[in-house]
């Protein structure tokens, strides 16, 4: 099965934000040695910052989506809410977690044919492509 390029900049997407957050939750454990109140305000911050804060900003994409230039939105095609994005960025999180990280590339070979994943049946989402640049007149 060959994979697509809006999976491959999905995965990329997800990387993206997920290496952020362990760089951040590294830090802020290392300053927990320290300064435990620091150290937990640092790792709160962090998931705030990669995982929440993204999702109220114009463009409603985490910095993995933005790079990557994809974005969730409802199935109609309309911008989703920022409630239903967080709260899908929590369960693709969790999931991730309990299953040691492999999520993500078993949730790939059970994709459909329009590239949509379990999370996004559930939350009603898809993932589309996007060209931030601008029309030349």
Request: net charge positive; hydrophobic share 50%.
């Amino acid at each position: 099965m060959m994979m697509t390029l809006l999976i491959e900049k999905r995965i990329k997407a997800f990387s993206i934000d997920a290496s952020l957050a362990t760089i951040g939750f590294l830090i802020a454990l290392q300053i927990s040695n320290t300064n435990f109140i620091l150290g937990r305000i640092l790792l709160f911050t962090t998931f705030l910052g990669v995982y929440v804060l993204p999702y109220f900003s114009a463009t409603g994409q985490s910095l993995g989506k933005r790079f990557q230039q994809i974005r969730v939105v409802k199935m109609d095609g309309t911008k989703a809410g920022s409630v239903r994005l967080i709260i899908r960025s929590l369960t693709l999180i969790v999931t991730s977690i309990v299953s040691a990280g492999i999520y993500i590339v078993v949730a790939t070979l059970f994709k459909n044919k329009e590239d949509e994943l379990w999370h996004d049946k559930l939350f009603q989402t898809k993932v589309i492509m996007i060209n931030e640049k601008k029309n030349e007149v």
